[in-house]
């Protein structure tokens, strides 16, 4: 496969104002994907967006490209990325395109694409946009031109989906729940889910300003809403982050539940129903409790790349239907296309109604292994781990944690980093370990 030039593992991310992420390559790269897109047949996509201020400035700059490209857009204003996958879908739009970066801070922004089954784009079909992308830009005849229009209904429709996927029979009217949206895309509609499922819903997070999504709140910082679930005596809380694809949860005593856990609750109840399918894909960087407690039960696992759309491609590939990234992607092909925070939460309540079990006890048949993770920034086109030093460096810990844990290198597919994990059965040693071969990633960067 061609390598990416302008994709990572989750469309094409960076910096506002710093090349890719400026006014005129977006405006080319609507242009680029209409044109691509248009040459299959696709006659409307639809646009949404996170609550980043630069937000409107790349609307703005897609509606103009997909236009030239004689693509008609609708646009969702802001709304979650599996919300804008669920209504590519409902639409019979031919593309869905999400201006966000996720869990990144405001000053970053991104654009990521959906097919129209509501899933990510095929790599052949970006690397088909990248090479348009290379071409200079035209426009169609004046007649030709897409036209826009705005959605108004998007949040209702997408509020009713959410609220379907939770089981009829059952209510949330004897919860407490503390809902953080990360002051983010979920903030009209994650709080609406919960409360008109019957639960008391105490939120926070929801008072986007444009600047201020994913700041010390969200699925990324979990601190508030730890705090908050303990100072209100809730049952649990759900941590969402900027773009509402990734779920952490609290349980009443305030630890944090993650995406392994979340995962490990939903395949518990699944594998009691006898409605689950096949197994559970993880990652490498899922935490080898998850393994072992699956296979304990009799579930198989298997681990993708970092990236939720390998854990999707992995999840086709076996026929399965449960996956997840312990960041909190968590994916149910019984339910959604994608990765989606506020699904995969009504799947963990749904095992807290059915049992009649909180979500402390419901963790408790899965125990961690410490794990460790170290991000090392880096500048350039070097390759930190491709250095003598830190191949020794990681060969030295391997063979000290020999059957016992395991190391793991990668680069981020978003930011300039090295994540160097450490896992094994006990936490000060990982971490000595992880700090060690971070030193070393930082002597070679």
């Given at each position: 496969?061609?390598?990416?030039?302008?994709?990572?593992?989750?469309?094409?991310?960076?910096?506002?104002?710093?090349?890719?992420?400026?006014?005129?390559?977006?405006?080319?790269?609507?242009?680029?994907?209409?044109?691509?897109?248009?040459?299959?047949?696709?006659?409307?996509?639809?646009?949404?967006?996170?609550?980043?201020?630069?937000?409107?400035?790349?609307?703005?700059?897609?509606?103009?490209?997909?236009?030239?490209?004689?693509?008609?857009?609708?646009?969702?204003?802001?709304?979650?990325?599996?919300?804008?996958?669920?209504?590519?879908?409902?639409?019979?739009?031919?593309?869905?395109?999400?201006?966000?970066?996720?869990?990144?801070?405001?000053?970053?922004?991104?654009?990521?694409?959906?097919?129209?089954?509501?899933?990510?784009?095929?790599?052949?079909?970006?690397?088909?946009?990248?090479?348009?992308?290379?071409?200079?830009?035209?426009?169609?005849?004046?007649?030709?031109?897409?036209?826009?229009?705005?959605?108004?209904?998007?949040?209702?429709?997408?509020?009713?989906?959410?609220?379907?996927?939770?089981?009829?029979?059952?209510?949330?009217?004897?919860?407490?729940?503390?809902?953080?949206?990360?002051?983010?895309?979920?903030?009209?509609?994650?709080?609406?889910?919960?409360?008109?499922?019957?639960?008391?819903?105490?939120?926070?997070?929801?008072?986007?300003?444009?600047t201020n999504i994913n700041d010390g709140v969200g699925a990324t910082s979990m601190q508030a809403i730890s705090e908050a679930v303990v100072e209100h005596k809730a049952d649990l809380g759900i941590a969402l982050d900027g773009d509402g694809d990734r779920l952490m949860m609290v349980d009443h005593t305030g630890y944090v539940v993650d995406g392994d856990e979340s995962v490990f609750v939903i395949a518990s109840n699944d594998l009691k129903s006898g409605t689950i399918r096949g197994g559970v894909v993880g990652t490498q960087m899922s935490n080898m409790g998850l393994e072992l407690a699956l296979a304990d039960m009799g579930v198989p696992f298997a681990r993708s790349k970092v990236g939720d759309r390998y854990v999707m491609e992995m999840l086709k590939e076996n026929g399965w239907q449960l996956g997840a990234e312990n960041s909190g992607h968590v994916i149910n092909l019984k339910h959604t296309s994608t990765g989606d925070g506020i699904i995969a939460a009504l799947n963990v309540l749904t095992a807290v109604c059915q049992t009649g079990k909180s979500l402390f006890d419901l963790r408790q048949g899965m125990t961690k292994l410490p794990q460790v993770l170290v991000n090392v920034r880096f500048e350039g086109d070097n390759d930190p781990i491709k250095s003598d030093t830190v191949i020794g460096a990681v060969h030295l810990v391997n063979e000290k944690l020999t059957g016992r844990g395991r190391v793991l290198l990668r680069k981020s597919g978003t930011e300039p980093l090295i994540r160097v994990m450490v896992e094994g059965p006990e936490l000060e040693e990982v971490t000595s370990y992880a700090n060690e071969i971070a030193e070393a990633v930082k002597k070679a960067c």
């Open positions: 496969m061609s390598e990416r030039k302008y994709f990572g593992t989750d469309g094409v991310r960076g910096l506002v104002g710093k090349y890719p992420i400026t006014p005129d390559f977006v405006m080319k790269l609507g242009y680029a994907a209409g044109k691509v897109l248009a040459a299959q047949g696709t006659k409307k996509v639809l646009i949404g967006k996170d609550t980043r201020i630069s937000g409107y400035m790349l609307e703005s700059a897609l509606e103009a490209g997909f236009s030239a490209a004689g693509v008609d857009i609708g646009l969702l204003g802001p709304m979650p990325t599996p919300g804008i996958a669920y209504l590519t879908k409902t639409f019979r739009a031919e593309a869905g395109i999400v201006i966000s970066a996720s869990h990144n801070p405001y000053y970053d922004n991104g654009i990521k694409f959906f097919s129209q089954d509501g899933q990510k784009l095929p790599d052949e079909v970006e690397l088909a946009i990248e090479a348009e992308l290379d071409k200079p830009m035209g426009c169609v005849e004046s007649a030709n031109l897409g036209k826009a229009t705005r959605i108004d209904d998007a949040a209702g429709r997408y509020i009713e989906f959410c609220k379907s996927n939770f089981p009829s029979n059952l209510s949330l009217k004897d919860l407490k729940i503390v809902v953080d949206c990360a002051h983010g895309a979920t903030y009209h509609i994650a709080p609406n889910v919960f409360r008109e499922l019957g639960a008391e819903v105490i939120v926070i997070g929801a008072s986007p300003n444009g």
